[in-house]
């Protein structure tokens, strides 16, 4: 007899209507109906009991994801925050894999809306002094490598040049004696018509990190200094003509006229720049206009100043180391040289520093903001 029959056929149909009352039973008719009773339940029955599941267990291989807890909190900010909360109010059941991943990805969207930025107005903005050199640009790491080695070249320079007239030629003297006061003229030409002139023109680039107002009178600062060491380098070289005896004729040769050439664009640069981007009240479209000239000449002047350089040292090779003559090449000549090779190795590293496009200096956000308040004043 099948076992729903059985379980039907043993239960007193008086039991609806009486249901406090028990039929008198003889003890062979219970001890069968309690055979009964046990028969109805499997032997091997199992009890089920909720039990929260193991990391391991939550996927299976169907691809879904079952959910153990009443409910799941994702938090998610600046996006993604709508399909997290869906997720969020669904009771204890299966998640598909498909709404994990689209979670997750949502996650991310919005953790890169949070990032800081790094352009304003289309302008990219440099990088953040925390960065790690793990992060760092290539080419920044070659213009450090090539700065590094410009301005080793350059204080090379300034000390070869000191050795040169100082065992060679004497050393320095005043207006009494005018062979020993010419020697501050290319002293005082290396030290600001050459060094001093370089480095200004890549004082931008070598500190990127600075504020845009501060390089600025920065820059201007240098370029002074250029300026006195080369007024009193040229005061030195006429004194010394004219107080010879015999008087030297002056700005007769090459070197003079293009030395002197560079020296008065050096001062016209200076000016210009001054009035163009220090004085206040210029307007941003004059200094944009006037930004590509001051670029321009003011890495003509500085690589006419090398040129003008390398021909005074010839000039003064030829001139004064007569015993044993130049052309013996004498241990002052092969100084000579090794100095002007200097020259224009310098003004080789910094002409390209300047102009090498990789290596141009990003605004930071402190130069934007400032560009932003001078055109909202304008």
């Not at 959910?67 to 997290?84: F, L, M, P, R, W």
């Not at 669904?90 to 709404?99: G, L, N, R, S, Y």
């Not at 200097?342 to 141009?360: D, H, I, K």
């Not at 990003?362 to 304008?378: H, M, R, Y």
Request: proline share 7%; net charge neutral; hydrophobic share 45%.
């Amino acid at each position: 007899m099948p076992f729903g029959e059985l379980l039907i056929n043993q239960c007193p149909r008086t039991r609806s209507h009486q249901p406090n009352h028990r039929p008198h039973q003889s003890p062979a008719t219970m001890s069968k109906d309690s055979d009964i009773e046990q028969a109805a339940v499997p032997a091997n029955e199992i009890k089920v009991e909720p039990v929260a599941a193991t990391p391991e267990e939550q996927l299976t291989s169907s691809g879904t994801t079952t959910a153990t807890t009443a409910t799941t909190v994702i938090s998610v900010t600046n996006g993604g925050g709508e399909k997290a909360a869906a997720v969020a109010e669904k009771p204890p059941q299966q998640i598909t894999a498909v709404e994990v991943a689209a979670v997750a990805a949502s996650a991310t969207v919005a953790a890169e809306q949070v990032r800081p930025a790094t352009t304003i107005g289309g302008i990219e903005l440099a990088a953040s002094k925390g960065g790690t050199k793990s992060n760092m640009d290539p080419a920044l790491i070659n213009f450090k490598v090539l700065y590094v080695l410009t301005q080793l070249c350059g204080l090379t320079m300034i000390v070869l040049v000191g050795t040169w007239i100082g065992q060679h030629f004497g050393g320095l003297g005043g207006s009494s004696n005018p062979k020993l006061e010419f020697n501050w003229h290319p002293l005082f030409m290396t030290i600001g018509f050459i060094y001093l002139y370089g480095n200004s023109i890549l004082v931008y680039r070598g500190f990127r990190t600075t504020r845009k107002k501060t390089l600025k009178l920065t820059h201007a600062g240098i370029h002074m200094a250029a300026f006195v060491l080369t007024v009193i380098a040229l005061k030195t070289v006429f004194d010394s003509h004219n107080l010879n005896s015999p008087p030297i004729p002056n700005l007769y040769s090459l070197h003079s006229w293009l030395g002197l050439s560079a020296v008065i664009i050096f001062s016209l640069q200076y000016v210009a720049g001054f009035v163009a981007f220090l004085a206040p009240g210029i307007r941003e479209n004059y200094k944009i206009a006037m930004m590509p000239l001051h670029i321009y000449f003011g890495l003509f002047g500085f690589v006419l100043a090398i040129a003008s350089a390398v021909m005074g040292l010839t000039e003064k090779a030829i001139f004064a180391i007569t015993s044993p003559p130049y052309s013996t090449l004498p241990p002052a000549g092969i100084l000579a040289n090794v100095i002007g090779v200097l020259y224009v190795v310098f003004g080789a590293l910094v002409v390209y520093l300047a102009t090498e496009p990789s290596y141009r200096r990003k605004p930071i956000p402190e130069d934007t903001a400032l560009l932003s308040s001078g055109s909202a004043n304008e």
